[in-house]
């Protein structure tokens, strides 16, 4: 049996960030991921502007911006019968130093954060290690139960855990949590096209004819979300792949007779999820990120979300632990402070699904058709001050999180 003071559960974004604040705060932290690297594409690449501004404040900012990056400072509409750009949301508007989101490889922000706790002699990473289970003694939980890629079997007692690994998560099984889930109408596919210098920048949105294509400027491709009936992915699969191409061309016209997909290897599934669970806690755990609310792909906010959990988590636990005083009330004041930005974000997506995703994959959308524009875009385009609420929204949620002030630089 081995004992931390803080075992984390998954060393994504939410886990990485929480793990390097709580050993800069003087707290003993071992992070258990169960891969051998954190090399996975497709995994959210953006970088949002608090999230930017963490680093910032923990010393980081200089060394993040050494990562080779694009950056998104518009969100843009093809409008009109002649697909003229209309922008919709602009970061550059928002007062603060970086007003911008950046679109970074997430394993380059994992390794990052990973070498920066190897720092700390509170930090521990344990790759190619899953938690299996939880372990439970006295209506607590104590720790958990892992195995290693190499099939060893062990366990790690600890003061308190906190389950960062996304939606899978075994710790939501706990009946006491209660899963609240909200229908969802779409999934989304992903992949890549190539990109030439003359194409648009930023983030554009292609919605015609009952199509929804999110386009990403990464520089030299773009990362793209097509957005599909939910279920519907299996269907598509049964024609060739150039048939797929064929359609996209005719959906994007601007991208003419480049080379785009080769194999439908190449593209991606994601069954799009929207829920949260009434309690992140019970006595011993806490959940947040992912793990806690399920986020829908509209914003690209769930990384932010999850990171700017973590930081509320590290401020609130960090003492108490250093000091060996937790209670129950130090980790439920977490979802106190967390929940309302996540009941706004999530109710934001709802909307979007309801208004935009829903009414587009059913043809009643057309961005072409001036007289079939949804409402929101009718009202930015009459009101341009407007254009300051979605990146406000995505970039801050209800409320911005500071980190511990020891664990600043």
């Known amino acids: 049996m081995e004992r931390t003071t803080c075992c984390i559960v998954g060393g994504g974004p939410a886990g990485m960030v929480l793990g390097l604040l709580l050993a800069r705060s003087g707290v003993e932290v071992t992070v258990l991921e169960k891969h051998g690297d954190f090399l996975r594409d497709f995994r959210g690449d953006t970088v949002h502007p608090t999230t930017l ?20 400072t518009k969100i ?94 075994f710790a939501r099984e706990l009946p006491e949590l209660g899963l609240q889930d909200f229908p969802t109408p779409m999934d989304v596919r992903w992949f890549r096209l190539p990109r030439q210098p003359e194409d648009p920048e930023g983030l554009v949105g292609m919605l015609r004819k009952r199509a929804f294509q999110v386009l990403i400027d990464r520089r030299d491709y773009f990362q793209v979300a097509s957005i599909i009936h939910k279920g519907s992915d299996g269907e598509g699969r049964t024609g060739p792949i150039e048939d797929f191409n064929a359609q996209l061309r005719q959906e994007i016209p601007w991208l003419g007779d480049r080379e785009l997909v080769r194999s439908w290897d190449d593209v991606k599934l994601l069954h799009v999820t929207l ?16 793990a806690a609310h399920a986020m829908s792909p509209v914003g690209g906010i769930g990384i932010n979300l999850a990171v700017q959990d973590a930081v509320a988590t590290a401020r609130h636990l960090a003492g108490p632990l250093r000091e060996g005083r937790l209670r129950r009330a130090h980790v439920a004041a977490v979802q106190r402070r967390r929940w309302l930005t996540t009941v706004l974000i999530q109710g934001f997506q709802r909307v979007i699904h309801d208004n935009v995703v829903g009414p587009a994959l059913r043809g009643e959308i057309d961005l072409g058709d001036s007289a079939r524009l949804p409402l929101p875009i009718r009202l930015i385009s009459r009101l341009p001050f407007l254009r300051r609420v979605p990146p406000y929204l995505l970039a801050f949620g209800a409320v911005r999180e500071k980190p511990p002030k020891e664990a600043r630089r």
């Open 53 to 72: 501004q963490l680093l910032d404040q923990i010393g980081l900012a200089d060394r993040f911006e050494q990562i080779p990056q694009s950056r998104i």
């Open 76 to 169: 843009q509409l093809p409008l009109g019968p002649d697909g003229d750009l209309f922008t919709v949301g602009d970061f550059s508007l928002l007062p603060i130093k970086r007003n911008y989101i950046a679109m970074v490889p997430q394993w380059d922000l994992l390794d990052m954060l990973a070498e920066e706790g190897k720092s700390e002699p509170g930090f521990t990473l344990r790759m190619n290690t899953e938690a299996t289970e939880l372990i439970r003694e006295g209506g607590r939980v104590r720790g958990v139960r892992y195995r290693t890629a190499s099939g060893e079997t062990g366990e790690l007692h600890a003061t308190i855990t906190v389950a960062c690994d996304g939606r899978k998560s």
């Open 275 to 290: 829920d949260r669970l009434r309690k992140w806690h019970v006595p011993g755990l806490l959940c947040i990120g992912d």
